[in-house]
């Protein structure tokens, strides 16, 4: 009898998630707040003006949703300076990782990624069953000269997230600038760019020129970090017509739900929202640094909404005690970092309970 089954489904890596408040409250019957640091979701909550978007067009459920999003993509084009037609959106950034691995790689090919980035990519890779080749990291960062020395002529792919998830840290732009200008012409470069918002803009990679000039790069951008879109599922990428075109046939129909489209677009008009955000993580980042410190942890500084914290022993049990306190964290051994775990920058309460509850148990 023939197998139904592909081989390769077996050996895929699920994504494990953050554990969801109301599981953690069912599994432990805790009472009281309940502080969900494991996901860098925006703890100030979603873009008001996104909300009220969304609830003016509720009595239009009954409509299917522009499968082309026109109205966002030509939004985000004037808000990038970047036409609309090297704009794709998708059901987050996951989705669009995943339609790459569809439309460019054969099994015959590589993909090469660093050690403990964004599993996604590790994933497709799994699903189109096609050799993975990871880089370990140097000093918590991508090693761009090993990257480089692994490509060879199977190499479709190199996988970059920039800054990394769920590390923290990110590249500089000479850095970046240098890695591009000695990759082969015929290999694509994917840069997950899901937490640019919160990185140096004075030294962070300029990927959009890269994508107006035409070169084979592939970048990745989303609403649920500093937009507060996570539920919506919503995020885009910037390419060259031709590979967007690639992954517009792979893409299944109506992915980008209607309220998606429209809450993106109007958050990309509140301000306020971007800018306490903005000053919300950058004072909980420096709170956490300064509790660590005085705890004499180490942690990776970071570039991101969230910091990664090293335990020095096994962090998984780090994160079901701070479970039992009500605060849930992230370990990263799933990325083959067994010693460290991530807690995403929250409000000023947030902060100050995740510090008080590692204390206690640290």
């Given amino acids: 009898m023939k197998k139904l089954i592909k081989d390769c489904v077996f050996k895929v890596e699920q994504y494990e998630p953050g554990k969801p408040i109301e599981v953690l409250r069912r599994e432990l019957g805790l009472v009281g707040e309940i502080c969900k640091l494991a996901s860098n979701e925006n703890p100030l909550g979603p873009s008001p003006m996104a909300l009220e978007a969304v609830r003016t067009s509720l009595d239009e459920s009954n409509l299917y949703p522009d499968n082309s999003c026109y ?35 054969n099994p015959e090919d590589n993909l090469i990624m660093s050690e403990s980035a964004f599993i996604m990519a590790k994933i497709t890779a799994q699903i189109v069953n096609c050799r993975l080749i990871e880089v370990p990291l140097k000093d918590y960062c991508h090693d761009l000269d090993r990257i480089l020395e692994a490509v060879d002529d199977d190499t479709k792919i190199v996988y970059l997230d920039v800054p990394m ?64 879109l996570a539920g919506f599922r919503v995020g885009y990428c910037l390419a060259k017509e031709s590979f967007l075109e690639a992954l517009w046939k792979v893409s299944p129909p109506f992915s980008v739900n209607k309220f998606a489209q429209i809450g993106a677009a109007a958050a990309l008009d509140d301000e306020e929202h971007v800018k306490k955000t903005l000053e919300m993580n950058e004072s909980g980042k420096n ?44 370990h990263l051994a799933m990325y083959g970092r067994p010693n460290l775990f991530r807690v995403t920058i929250g409000t000023p309460g947030q902060n100050q309970k995740f510090i008080e509850a590692f204390q206690n148990i640290y």
């Fill in 71 to 105: 109205l966002l993509r030509e939004k985000l084009g004037k808000y990038l300076g970047l036409p609309s037609k090297n704009i794709l959106v998708g059901n987050g950034t996951t989705e669009l990782i995943y339609l790459t691995g569809i439309a460019f790689l």
């Fill in 165 to 228: 998830n769920p590390i923290g840290t990110s590249l500089n732009r000479l850095q970046f600038s240098s890695f591009m200008e000695k990759i082969p012409e015929d290999v694509l470069v994917i840069c997950d760019e899901a937490y640019y918002e919160y990185a140096d803009k004075e030294s962070c990679p300029q990927t959009i020129k890269l994508v107006e000039e035409g070169r084979n790069i592939l970048v990745l951008r989303t609403f649920s970090k500093l937009y507060g």
């Fill in 287 to 330: 709170f956490l640094y300064q509790g660590l410190q005085k705890m004499s942890v180490d942690y990776i500084p970071s570039e991101t909404n969230f910091v990664t914290i090293d335990a020095k022993t096994d962090a998984r049990r780090i994160c079901e005690d701070m479970q039992k306190r009500g605060v849930i964290v992230r």
